[in-house]
């Protein structure tokens, strides 16, 4: 399990004015980090406004024009070099048009515009899966219960294990080559996500059920594939072949780093799953925390954040769906300062370290609990407060360095120090507060 919501809140449950462990928040805490994320989003939403409309727009340009220029340069597909920049223009086009265009726009980012066609309900993206469908199991089931193994099923997408809390069975064995899989279909992948499919093998639902999904996956896929594959291909006359395979080409550029983008944000080393027990009635305090310690985000500059869809900000993002992407970057700073302030973990790295942690996750959880190093009590995505029994009475003193009474992010540093010092008895001293907890665990 993970570093329990309900254990961090334990005072709440128990009426008391102490937590029982010295690393949790009081309930108090907890409520007022929440007033301080919604003053925050007030503070932003206030200030969206005409620089917001000019980025959307100017991301739009930049979007259409890859697109042109790549199609363009189809027509010169027998001269090799041509045919690359093209392959690069159309994937580049796709990914801006999936991740900073439509992911953003579907989550309202811009209905404030009101305008017909950049708005939640209407707007429609370059990829097999239908809107709506995405919006439901996207931005209701992903967000509303993120990380909570067997609600959230982007835990694994129906067909990977990613959390010790996941009974594991020979079948994920197979787990390299089935993300590898998913990866390489990965818009096919999201268009699936909706049917549940392992829910219809267990018999847990019927095909009769999702006749209506089906339909709409079949009309939205159709005309992908007869746009991307039949028609533009079919425009540049004997080059047929070359702009197919330049099309494929480019679905799969976008296929490879939305996976990646996405899997980085949730998955490496220090994002946390949980279980329906430990999220049950949650005030809104805990739901921002659970978004906090559940998310990570990778950093890079300003173009990967664009390409990115500024999913390199995905705690932020979990925090304010809803707000422009553009702003994301200016919020980290404050929520990064709020994670400092009460000592939370802030899981961040930089793209190929989350990449390499991520695919280890997926390694690592192939093959039972018991052949692994860390037990599901102090697994980097599983901890629970079991992890800290041994901690030093004196933790939770004021930090000299800091100020601030230590908490969980020190908590994990200190354990995970010790642990790779093979040392006993776990001390703490000053410096131990210093040490980014999203970096420390070893397997």
């Not at 206030?46 to 790549?70: F, M, N, P, T």
């Not at 787990?175 to 268009?191: C, D, K």
């Not at 929520?335 to 961040?348: G, M, Q, S």
Request: proline share 3%; hydrophobic share 40%; net charge negative.
């Amino acid at each position: 399990m993970a570093i329990q919501i309900s254990d961090l809140y334990e005072a709440k449950k128990n009426k008391k004015t102490a937590p029982i462990k010295e690393v949790d928040l009081t309930h108090e805490q907890v409520e007022q980090i929440g007033r301080e994320l919604e003053e925050l989003r007030a503070r932003v939403m206030a200030d969206v406004g005409e620089s917001d409309r000019e980025y959307i727009y100017k991301i739009i340009r930049a979007q259409r024009g890859l697109e042109i220029g790549g199609r363009a340069l189809m027509y010169l597909g027998w001269f090799p070099p041509a045919w690359i920049v093209a392959v690069g223009m159309l994937g580049a086009s796709k990914i801006l048009d999936n991740m900073e265009i439509g992911h953003n726009v579907m989550h309202g980012q811009y209905d404030w515009m009101r305008e017909d066609t950049y708005n939640s309900r209407e707007f429609e993206w370059d990829t097999v899966c239908p809107a709506d469908q995405w919006k439901h199991s996207h931005n209701y089931m992903h967000h509303t219960y993120t990380n909570i193994v067997g609600e959230d099923r982007d835990v694994g997408y129906g067909i990977l294990r990613m959390s010790r809390d996941q009974d594991w069975n020979p079948y994920y064995l197979g787990n390299l080559g089935y993300a590898t899989a998913l990866m390489v279909l990965f818009e096919w992948g999201v268009m699936l996500h909706d049917l549940e499919t392992e829910r219809i093998v267990a018999g847990e639902r019927k095909w009769s059920d999702v006749k209506g999904l089906v339909k709409g996956m079949w009309r939205k896929a159709s005309k992908q594939v007869l746009k991307d594959y039949i028609i533009y291909p079919a425009l540049t006359g004997p080059l047929f072949i070359p702009t197919l395979l330049g099309n494929v080409s480019a679905n799969l550029i976008r296929n490879l780093w939305t996976f990646s983008i996405i899997f980085c944000g949730h998955f490496p080393t220090g994002a946390q799953t949980f279980t329906k027990e430990e999220t049950e009635n949650e005030t809104r305090g805990e739901w921002y925390i659970r978004q906090m310690l559940g998310s990570a985000n990778i950093e890079g500059g300003n173009l990967f954040h664009i390409m990115s869809g500024n999913l390199s900000h995905q705690i932020e993002h979990h925090l304010y769906p809803d707000l422009p992407s553009n702003r994301l970057y200016e919020i980290s700073i404050r929520v990064r300062a709020l994670c400092e302030k009460y000592d939370l973990p802030y899981t961040t790295g930089n793209f190929l370290v989350q990449y390499g942690k991520t695919w280890r996750t997926i390694a690592k959880l192939s093959v039972p609990n018991k052949y692994l190093t860390d037990t599901v009590d102090d697994a980097p995505e599983t901890r629970s407060e079991r992890m800290f029994v041994e901690l030093d009475e004196s933790f939770g003193a004021i930090d000299p360095a800091t100020g601030n009474k230590r908490g969980l992010k020190t908590a994990i540093a200190t354990v995970r120090s010790v642990a790779v010092a093979g040392g006993k008895g776990l001390q703490v001293d000053a410096g131990v507060h210093h040490i980014d907890a999203g970096r420390v665990g070893v397997m």
